[in-house]
């Protein structure tokens, strides 16, 4: 498994936002958030994602 702080380090993302990233790319599904960084994250990557209402 791919360590956490790998995942995080390139995107900036705190290492919670980061257990999120991963689980959205491995499976393939959009993720709801509002946090920039994280936003940037799966745009780079291809993976959709949503804003919370």
């Known amino acids: ?3 956490l702080a ?6 900036q ?8 990233f991963d689980l959205a790319v491995r499976l393939g599904i959009p ?6 960084n994280l936003r940037a994250a799966v745009k780079r990557v291809g993976i959709e994602w949503v804003e919370p209402a």
Do not use: W
């Open 6 to 11: 790998q995942i995080a380090r390139p995107h």
């Open 1 to 3: 498994m791919v360590e």
């Open 31 to 36: 993720l709801v958030t509002d946090d920039g």
């Open 13 to 20: 993302l705190s290492s919670y936002d980061a257990v999120y």
